[in-house]
């Protein structure tokens, strides 16, 4: 749970929530619109997770990049809900071996792009 009388949380501009969508739906950079559709996208792809909360720059819009990270507060881990409905648990070294992956994976997953970005 955000602790939502820390100095870090009223920096954020989003303040609504602590998960962001995945970018890919718009095509990240590609602002696309409209956006992509859940049936153009594989199940075990991931559509939100709990973003790092100690980087109130990644709280600037709904969408985020999956390099832009996700919370540790969870015995070094996040939750995050794929496009089928599961949620699971993510440690943040299973996290970034996906975000440094240079094919296509759960979070790197526009459904426009051969590597999924």
């Known amino acids: 749970m955000d602790n939502t009388n820390s100095a870090l949380f009223a920096q954020r501009d989003q303040q609504l929530s602590s998960y ?25 792809d991931i559509a939100f997770w709990e973003t790092d909360e100690t980087q109130p720059q ?17 015995l070094n881990g996040a939750i995050n809900a794929a496009f089928d409905g599961s949620v699971t648990y993510v440690r943040l070294g299973a996290w970034y071996v996906q975000v440094y992956d240079t094919n296509k994976n759960s979070l790197w997953c526009y459904p426009g792009s051969p590597d999924g970005r």
């Open 20 to 44: 962001a969508m995945n970018g890919a739906v718009v095509g990240y950079d590609r602002a696309n619109f409209p956006a992509a559709r859940s049936s153009d996208m594989r199940a075990e």
């Open 58 to 74: 990644y709280f600037n819009d709904g969408a985020n990049y999956p390099q832009e990270g996700v919370s540790a507060r969870h």
